[in-house]
Nanobody, 122 residues
């Protein structure tokens, strides 16, 4: 499985961006998909995830501002980011897995995209 993330860029605080992650493979609908981010000098952290059955999870820092969704017909998962803050600045990675326990656990994901940079200016 290959994942291709896109949609990053420079935005002012309070603005919005939508990230996309396109996946190869014919069983995308069976994958749990997640978004993680890594700011300079920090560890990669969980942002949000959506199970194959469309149950969603969010970190406290983005809850109410970010929305994850998936389009299984297009093999794509999206991350709509609203009310962006400077502390949201990071490289955002999409990730996929066949199965696992907690979707918050980055080590449970088998597949990773290349990352897309989001920069939020104050």
């Amino acid at each position: 499985v290959q994942l291709q993330a896109s949609g990053g860029g420079l935005v002012q605080a309070g603005g919005s961006l939508r990230l996309s992650c396109a996946a190869s493979g014919r069983i995308f609908s069976s994958y749990d998909m997640g978004w993680f981010r890594q700011a300079p000098g920090k560890e990669r952290e969980f942002v949000t995830a959506i199970r194959s059955g469309s149950i969603t999870y969010y970190s406290d820092s983005v809850k109410g501002r970010f929305t994850i969704s998936r389009d299984n017909a297009k093999n794509t998962v999206y991350l709509q980011m609203n009310s962006l803050k400077p502390e949201d600045t990071a490289v955002y990675y999409c990730a996929g897995r066949i199965h696992g326990s907690s979707p918050l656990n980055r080590d449970s994901y088998q597949y990773w995209g290349q990352g897309t940079l989001v920069t939020v200016s104050s």
